[in-house]
């Protein structure tokens, strides 16, 4: 398994994964996103992947979810990810919070790869929100 970074110019290089997506990467934020960026992204994108199938599977359907991810870093350079707290928004018609609470647990503590590989660098907690659309 591998992927390949090729250095573009200045902080910028092309990234493409095994199975051959590309994406930019500049560390001075100038044209893209920067790499740790885009660990975060990783972050909320696998968390909340696993909060829609754990929901799924409850039987609820999912409308809708977003996941914002705030974050603190360290004060000394170099200036390292210290928390990360994720704040899942479902819209779905009958869902109850435990439900979601359920679902954000059971990813951050079992099933989310990134979160269990970031954890112990990374206090990660999460809050729960619902939109009934009707």
């Given at each position: 398994m591998s992927i390949k970074v090729n250095w573009k110019?200045?902080?910028q290089f092309n990234v493409v994964t095994e199975k051959?997506?590309?994406l930019t990467v500049d560390a001075d934020s100038e044209i893209a996103p920067c790499p740790t960026e885009l660990l975060l992204s990783a972050?909320?994108?696998c968390s909340a992947t696993d909060v829609v199938m754990g929901l799924q599977q409850q039987g609820v359907e999912v409308q809708g979810l977003t996941n914002t991810v705030t974050y603190t870093l360290t004060e000394q350079e170099p200036r390292l990810y210290k928390s990360a707290n994720l704040h899942f928004t479902v819209t779905a018609k009958n869902v109850s919070e435990e439900?979601?609470?359920t679902a954000a647990d059971n990813a951050i503590q079992k099933y989310c790869h990134v979160c269990l590989m970031l954890q112990p660098a990374i206090a990660l907690s999460y809050t729960v929100a619902m939109i009934n659309p009707y």
């Open positions: 110019k200045d902080c051959g997506f590309e972050l909320g994108s439900q979601i609470k």
